[in-house]
Every structure is written in C-alpha cells, then in structure tokens.
C-alpha cells in the first residue's frame, strides 16, 4: 500500500524547547495515524529530523509498499536524499537511522520539498501540532 507522510519540527527559540509532529494518509489522502512529541531543549534541525524518525516509526505498523515524505526542511529531504552534506554529527545518526529503517522496511521513498505558511493544508497542519508539541 502507498502512504503520504508529512511532518515538521519546530523550535522556539532555536535552540531551546522542540516539538516534532507527523501525519500518515493513505493514497486517497485520508488521515490515518498522527502523531508529536516534544523535547525540553534542541535545535530546529533536531526536531525536524525527529519528526520523520516518528513517522518512520509508525510506518512499520503499516506495511508500506510505496511512501511520499513531504517536509517544509530542504536540509532534511536533501540530506536524507543524499544531495546535501550531514556536517553535524548528531543529524547524521538521525539520516543514517531514518535510511536504514526505510531500507530495511523495502519500501520505496520519495522524500519531497514542500514550501512552509504556503496553504498546504497537512503542512500547516503538522506546522501546529510541531508547535503544540513544544514544552513551553
């Protein structure tokens, strides 16, 4: 089955409080599953990686054939992609982690670009429960 992810991190400041949230449709682009956590300190970075490791996570229960990851962090998608350098040691374990899962997994993943505050309804939507996720 093919499965559409969205997800987002968020950081206020950065670094300080994180929150990281998902959402997982089915191809018809119906909510299935959704999910956040929140951390009491990290980077914007962090929190976005974390986000993907959840959905990925909650992708397992699933049984995917196909995914579509969209995130608003060109670093994410281009880094997982292997377009972009990892410099930071802590987010290369998160890209390492998130590529091996989804390798061990065989699935087949397109990670995709979509711009943030732009009217993408599941962006905004992972936008707010990321926020609402942070412990303030």
């Given at each position: 089955?093919?499965?559409?992810?969205?997800t987002d991190g968020s950081c206020m400041p950065n670094p300080g409080p994180m929150g990281s949230a998902y959402v997982?449709?089915?191809?018809?682009?119906?909510?299935?599953?959704e999910g956040s956590v929140g951390a009491a300190m990290g980077t914007n970075n962090q929190a976005e990686y974390i986000a993907v490791m959840a959905a990925v996570e909650?992708?397992?229960t699933l049984d995917p054939s196909r995914v579509t990851v969209y995130s608003d962090s060109k670093l994410v998608i281009n880094q997982i992609a292997g377009?972009?350098?990892?410099?930071?040691?802590?987010?290369?374990?998160?890209?390492?982690?998130?590529?091996?899962?989804?390798?061990g997994m065989g699935v087949d993943c397109e990670f995709v670009h979509v711009r943030a505050h732009q009217g993408d309804h599941?962006?905004?939507?992972?936008?707010?429960l990321a926020k609402a996720a942070c412990p303030i």
């Open positions: 089955m093919s499965y559409i992810i969205y997982i449709l089915d191809e018809h682009r119906n909510k299935l599953h909650k992708l397992k377009k972009w350098k990892v410099n930071k040691a802590d987010l290369r374990v998160y890209r390492d982690t998130i590529v091996s899962e989804l390798r599941y962006n905004e939507y992972v936008d707010q």
